[in-house]
């Protein structure tokens, strides 16, 4: 990929990696341990919720990677540019081998060690394959992504109701949230991070960007889980019910958006599930134009809803247990949202890159000043030498490849 206009791999992406699978090892210890305490303690109501969460994640994220890895073999030569770099077998005998993982439920784990041993034989070893590397790398990103809201964001909410319930914080509890805290914000990190390789070198952002870009999400995502944390600490078995009644509506509201992320009907209404699981959370960008429109309905619908949920714990609190903290809980909260959407419209308004014209168009390929606009026919260019993550592309293409205005 010499000349290409898009980040190499490099000693960065190899640390991003390793960073990644201990994060998702010490996640993984956490919810066991947890698990384990409530088993313990006779708290089976929270150790089938915690348990449940927990399955439900590594199965979505089992069937995105298998899927995933369905279509890579169905793309032309991919397998014969990358059977060098498999640790796994070959051929045939490689396709088994993966099934029998993503079954039983060591496929995302799997897809951690492969990147790490490719991106050890490119940056440490100085052998080809970088393209294929980062091709890794971005699938990992995606995962994580789905991960998140799949299982840490729902956990870190139901540890902050038990703690609110029960009026006490365990040390365990403590780690758990940190856990999840810990998972979400690296996620957030690594996406913007991965977003950012797809950027041709003259429109580059800075760390900055990622700084605020991390900024803005925290202040977005914290109150949410709090109001549905405090919500469910007064009416718990309408929380349930809150989510049945919401998250539906937001994947037909996916579904009219016309999504088109996976190569299969099938995939496609497993990503559309996961986009409004994801919805319930934060706000997720998944189709071109209109996005503007399309933001102010979802922050001005979480806003409404989540003032719902504040109120209505304050009407059913304990006066007694939450004297101390209600007062501050209810001004700081809408606080922090309204912060991090005025947060966001920086964002747009001094980090994010702005849209340019193209020039010209020669031998199929979109010759441009460096805008982040030639960045769509790049991604795709037919270079036969080069493996590019499609997926990774088309989310980077809809956050990129608009007005700056229009996104916010």
């Known amino acids: 990929m010499e000349g290409s206009p898009f980040s190499r791999y490099s000693w960065l992406d190899f640390l991003f990696s390793v960073i990644g699978v201990f994060t998702y090892v010490f996640d993984v210890g956490s919810d066991m341990w947890v698990a384990k305490e409530f088993y313990c303690h006779g708290e089976f109501m929270w150790f089938g919720v915690l348990v449940g969460l927990m399955i439900l994640s590594s199965v979505v994220i089992q069937m995105f990677s298998w899927f995933w890895f369905k279509y890579d073999r169905d793309l032309e030569n991919f397998d014969a540019k990358t059977a060098d770099e498999n640790i796994l077998f070959c051929g045939q005998r490689r396709v088994k081998v993966s099934c029998f993982l993503h079954v039983f439920q060591l496929g995302f784990f799997l897809r951690h060690l492969t990147a790490i041993w490719q991106g050890f034989r490119v940056w440490w070893r100085g052998s080809d394959g970088s393209e294929y590397a980062v091709y890794l790398v971005h699938d990992l990103s995606m995962l994580r992504l789905i991960e998140t809201f799949c299982e840490s964001a729902p956990q870190l909410t139901l540890m902050a109701y038990i703690m609110l319930y029960s009026n006490q914080a365990r040390t365990i509890q403590c780690v758990s949230a940190v856990a999840s805290t810990t998972s979400i914000a690296w996620m ?36 949410r889980v709090t109001c549905v944390a405090l919500f469910a600490s007064v009416l718990s078995y309408f929380i349930a019910l809150h989510f049945l009644l919401i998250w539906p509506a937001l994947v037909v509201w996916a579904w009219r958006q016309n999504t088109n992320f996976m190569d299969s009907s099938a995939g496609e209404c497993l990503y559309r599930a996961t986009v409004g699981l994801i919805w319930y959370f934060s706000w997720f960008n998944v ?120 996104r916010v």
């Open 188 to 223: 957030v990190v690594d996406y913007h991070r991965s977003l950012r390789s797809f950027l041709p070198d003259k429109a580059k952002q800075a760390w900055g960007s990622s700084v605020v870009y991390f900024l803005w999400n925290l202040l977005l995502i914290a109150p």
């Open 287 to 406: 189709a071109e134009g209109h996005t503007r429109s399309r933001s102010i309905i979802y922050h001005t619908f979480m806003m409404a809803d989540s003032t719902v949920l504040l109120v209505t714990w304050w009407c059913y609190r304990d006066l007694e247990l939450t004297q101390s903290y209600a007062l501050i809980i209810v001004v700081v909260v809408p606080a922090c949202y309204i912060l991090g959407l005025l947060v966001k419209t920086l964002y747009y308004c001094c980090f994010h890159p702005n849209r340019r014209k193209p020039k010209s168009r020669e031998d199929g390929k979109l010759q441009t000043d460096g805008s982040v606009t030639g960045m769509v026919v790049m991604v795709t260019t037919d270079t036969p030498a080069e493996v590019q993550n499609r997926r990774m592309a088309s989310h980077a293409k809809i956050f990129y490849t608009a007005n700056t205005l229009e």
